[in-house]
């Protein structure tokens, strides 16, 4: 493991050659896990995560405050976590979340805390917005859960779906309604267009500030 140090804070990279086109920059715990083929010279790689130093710093101190057994955010607040070995379950009390999990479960209990999280708030969220898209005749959306590593959602035109990153359930809950609107956006104007964003400043006039504080949120 290599590292980089940058106005004061290092950065830990390790660098895997892989068969393939382009390199991908990877949050793991403790360090940025770079796949690269063998025609990429580390130092084109060393020049590119200098570049990128703020973004990928900050990408694995979220990770750090996502996967430290310690502290887990749900809907922007932290909780401090006690784990136990058992059957998965969990239970939140005050600021306190207490989990049980079997040892199968030691890298993934977390998402799976996450993604019931979604489930048990979004139909609430889900029934101000939908009775929206009702009056403006606009069909309804499958919406599935999913963790995704590169964004917050997706419209998938042809299935007419729209698919939710739970790792929404650590944000506060206004960036939910901000992807679901935008979402919804997408079966009105597919493109990013001045129309797209007009029909995003009538269902929601606040979004601009949101959408941009929403883009300095890495996802890990």
């Known amino acids: 493991m290599k590292e980089i140090t940058f106005q004061g804070k290092t950065l830990h990279y390790v660098i895997e050659r892989k068969n393939i086109k382009h390199a991908y920059f990877r949050a793991k715990d403790g360090y940025m ?4 083929n063998k025609h990429i010279s580390e130092a084109k790689i060393i020049y590119y995560i200098e ?3 703020d973004v990928f710093y900050q990408r694995l101190e979220q990770r750090k405050k996502l996967t430290d057994h310690n502290t887990l955010y749900l809907w922007g607040k932290p909780y401090q976590v006690h784990v136990e070995t058992g059957k998965f379950q969990y239970h939140i009390i005050d600021q306190e979340i207490w989990i049980k999990r079997p040892l ?8 799976d805390i996450l993604k019931k999280e979604m489930l048990k708030h979004l139909p609430s969220l889900l029934q101000k917005i939908e009775y929206q898209m009702t009056i403006e005749h606009i069909p309804l959306c499958a919406i599935e859960l999913k963790y995704l590593k590169s964004k917050f959602g997706s419209y998938h035109r042809k299935k007419h779906k729209i698919t939710l990153n739970t790792y929404l359930a650590t944000l506060d809950p206004i960036y939910l309604t901000y992807v679901i609107y935008h979402e919804y956006a997408h079966a009105v104007v597919f493109n990013h267009s001045k129309a797209f964003y007009q029909v995003l400043d009538r269902w929601m006039p606040n979004h601009k500030h949101i959408q941009k504080d929403l883009k300095k949120i890495a996802i890990i």
């Open 104 to 111: 199968s479960k030691e890298q993934t209990f977390i998402r």
């Open 33 to 36: 896990h770079v796949t690269a």
């Open 51 to 53: 570049q990128k130093f």
